[in-house]
């Protein structure tokens, strides 16, 4: 899959997690850098880690910051912003969705990512109320957590099917005390979490639908499966009935 605007471009493998994701957070970028006729965007990543979406969003040419509680992550990130040539557009700044807004500018950012934080953190409710506290006015926020569907269809498909039950009915969507998530969310959870911190849902898509199923050894052998499978990805994402089966939810909000 060709990456525009000198974007370092994503491992095969990598790319069928990222890609969906990738493709509508690039177009909210660039729709909102149009509405603020500003080219250059403040970006805050929370949980960001090394840099996987930090790093290409810089290198479209806006200001990434990250936020992540790990010192291993954020030394990555700087070595990798430094391979990628824009050091001077990404900041790593200690620190996790609990206490954000003691770590970065409230209200300074046109849009957050909240990617792979909220099933993790004890109350999802703050933690996404911190986010909103971080945008502007006008900003955004791109959500990505874990979908519950996903795991049921995942651990039934395993032979576990008590588990698949247990996760079915679990408030959390948890399928028992080995799971390693705190949390997982339908879609109409995860947007009405968004809602409650005083967000609008512009757009839902699901994520990892197949390919978390695909066997490997299919997609690493067979000619053209891995590029067959991105279209199969990015061509489902949108559809609502999916959503319900999909490893991932990625919901794009905006403030309002």
């Keep these: ?136 006015g006008d900003g955004a926020v791109s959500l990505l957590a874990a979908g519950r569907g996903g795991a049921v269809l ?4 395993a032979g576990h099917f008590a588990e698949a039950q247990y996760a079915l009915s679990d408030p959390d969507g948890r399928w028992g005390a080995g799971d390693s998530l705190p949390h997982r969310f339908t879609a109409e959870e995860l947007t009405g979490l968004a809602g409650d911190a005083g967000l609008r849902a512009t757009a839902v898509h699901g994520v990892r639908v197949f390919s978390d199923l695909v066997p490997g050894v299919l997609v690493d052998t067979e000619p053209g499966a891995m590029e067959a499978l991105l279209r199969l990805e990015l061509a489902a994402a949108e559809e609502p009935g999916f959503h319900s089966v999909a490893t991932q939810l990625h919901v794009l909000a905006e403030r309002g």
Excluded at 51 to 65: I, K
């Design 154 to 157: 995942a651990r039934a498909l």
């Design 1 to 136: 899959m060709s990456r525009e605007g000198g974007v370092e471009p994503i491992r095969p493998r990598a790319s069928l997690r990222t890609a969906v994701v990738w493709e509508v957070l690039r177009g909210a970028l660039e729709r909102r850098a149009k509405a603020a006729e500003r080219p250059v965007l403040d970006v805050l990543d929370t949980g960001g880690g090394t840099g996987n979406f930090a790093v290409p969003v810089a290198r479209l040419g806006h200001r990434v910051t990250v936020v992540d509680p790990s010192p291993d992550a954020l030394f990555a990130l700087e070595r990798r912003a430094a391979e990628a040539g824009v050091t001077d557009r990404v900041t790593g700044v200690q620190g996790d969705a609990h206490g954000l807004l003691g770590v970065v500018e409230p209200g300074g950012y046109d849009m957050v990512l909240c990617h792979g934080v909220l099933e993790y953190v004890d109350d999802p409710a703050e933690a996404l109320r911190n986010v909103v506290g971080a945008l502007r």
